[in-house]
């Protein structure tokens, strides 16, 4: 798992209409090439009668599933775009399809690669993006008089409680960034005076949306 990315935050979409020709732009989040084109083979369906279903997606921890494609635009003008507007928002697991159906007006090389890529950047403002943090999952295991002060500082602090456990102790699971554990585990041995157990769980992502950049 990265500790960090960046990825839409799940499934949005929007038109726009350049000379007449209309652009609809349909943006998801995706997690495997197969759900990529998944999404891409479902927009063709759904709009079977459109001029054009141009799509391109970025997917993996490594980026190492790219495809761009223009379905019969010249080449170039219609996937590349697209994909450069998802590598230039630094985005992963990302799939978009842009669908035209064409109005008459031909624009040219350079106002395709413009309309295509404008019509990307309205479909991710749309949708919005997220930053996914990797957190460790850290459990601890207290007697019940710790409950109230012990979740009053986490609180205070900003960390998240995940869930709670309740047998003849309670166990809390508090999520961490990876690679911060320690200065976690410091403070509730220093709140509990020692008495806290601490286990380290799993990993989980946590989302946080951030404003769009055109």
């Known amino acids: 798992m990265l500790d960090f990315y960046v990825t839409v935050n799940g499934y949005g979409d929007a038109e726009i209409e350049i000379q007449k020709s209309r652009f609809i732009s349909y943006v998801k989040r995706v997690e495997t090439e197969a759900a990529a084109t998944a999404f891409i083979e479902e927009i063709k369906k759904k709009h ?10 970025v997917v993996g921890e490594n980026d190492q599933y790219q495809k ?3 379905d019969g ?9 697209i994909l450069e507007i998802i590598k230039k928002n630094q985005l992963k697991d990302t799939v978009i399809v842009v669908t035209r159906y064409f109005g008459g007006i031909k624009l040219g090389a350079g106002g395709l690669i413009r309309a295509y890529g404008k019509s990307a950047s309205a479909g991710l403002k749309a949708v ?3 930053e996914r943090q990797n957190h460790t999952c850290i459990e601890v295991t207290i007697d019940y008089t710790f409950i109230g002060m012990l979740e009053n500082q986490l609180r205070m602090q900003g960390y998240r409680i995940e869930d709670k456990q309740f047998t003849d102790k309670i166990t809390l699971i508090v999520l961490e960034k990876v690679g911060q554990e320690e200065i976690l585990e410091k403070k509730i041995m220093d709140w509990t005076a ?3 157990i601490l286990n380290r769980g799993g990993q989980m992502y946590v ?6 950049q055109e």
């Open 48 to 57: 079977w009668n459109a001029t054009h279903n141009c799509s391109a997606y």
């Open 73 to 81: 635009e010249p080449s170039g003008t219609a996937g590349k775009p």
């Open 128 to 130: 919005g993006t997220t």
């Open 194 to 196: 020692g008495q806290a």
């Open 68 to 70: 761009a494609d223009d």
């Open 207 to 212: 989302d946080t949306p951030i404003s769009f």
